[in-house]
């Protein structure tokens, strides 16, 4: 503990081309999070106000976990054989885009949970690339990855509470509005990304073999666990609130401090 200290306190030098791209990196965390910070807070609200009953809205979102178990190691895999951090991270906001602006022109139970396993398949993975693109740049200094990630919380925390003025000033849809606004200043952030080269060059079969390790195991098992008992929680929140009588900015309080 007292050499990881000593390490925080170290100053930090790195090239500028770095010192870009880790600056980039913040944008992006800050961009993405408050990204989730919308459809965390307000999508299912947004759901329940147009009539879906709260077994479908469970539906829907359990798909995000189910589809992001397929969609994530693809990405990945793809980001480290190929290398292709800059043009993953744009089609991934491109597509945010086009599905979000497509959500709110269905009432529709099925499309719906269509749109929103092709929405789950592009961003989902995004964190673990952003994660992986990170440390890459931090190299010798891995300590420092949660001064990154920290403007994740902060872009998490911003938009959650501020949307809940704007919805309930201009309706739920506003949603999908400031949405698509944080994704468009994601994929100019992730252009701005220099290329970064492939990290993996093993045969595939025995990186997988490494996912059979114990330690893996219960890591894994450990963290299934977990995300049932907080997608439960974060899955109905809003909507609980709502029920109580409580207003969206109300919501948008709740998951502030609870990102906090």
């Not at 081309?17 to 989730?36: A, S």
């Amino acid at each position: 503990m007292a050499a990881l200290l000593q390490k925080l306190r170290s100053p930090v030098s790195f090239p500028p081309e770095t010192r870009h791209d880790l600056f980039i990196m913040r944008l992006l965390f800050l961009c993405m999070f408050g990204g989730f910070g919308i459809t965390v807070s307000y999508f299912n609200l947004y759901l329940n106000s147009i009539g879906l009953s709260t077994p479908q809205i469970g539906q829907i979102a359990a798909v995000a976990p189910i589809i992001g178990m397929i969609g994530g190691p693809i990405w990945g895999l793809i980001n480290d054989r190929l290398g292709m951090l800059r043009p993953l991270l744009s089609m991934m906001a491109i597509g945010a885009i086009l599905i979000m602006a497509a959500i709110p022109q269905f009432n529709q139970f099925l499309p719906i949970l269509l749109l929103w396993m092709a929405m789950s398949f592009v961003t989902n993975p995004v964190v673990t690339l952003l994660s992986g693109g990170t440390m890459r740049l931090l190299r010798e200094r891995p300590e420092l990855y949660g001064r990154q990630r920290f403007w994740g919380s902060v872009g998490f925390i911003l938009t959650s509470f501020l949307m809940g003025y704007v919805t309930q000033a201009l309706g739920l849809r506003w949603l999908f509005y400031g949405y698509i606004a944080v994704m468009v200043a994601f994929l100019i952030s992730a252009l701005q990304l220099r290329p970064q080269p492939a990290t993996i060059q093993q045969p595939l079969l025995r990186e997988l073999k490494k996912l059979m390790q114990p330690a893996w195991i219960i890591f894994t098992v450990s963290m299934i666990i977990v995300g049932i008992a907080d997608s439960g929680m974060m899955n109905y929140l809003g909507i609980y609130i709502s029920d109580l009588g409580g207003s969206p900015t109300i919501v948008g309080w709740s998951f502030s401090i609870f990102a906090l």
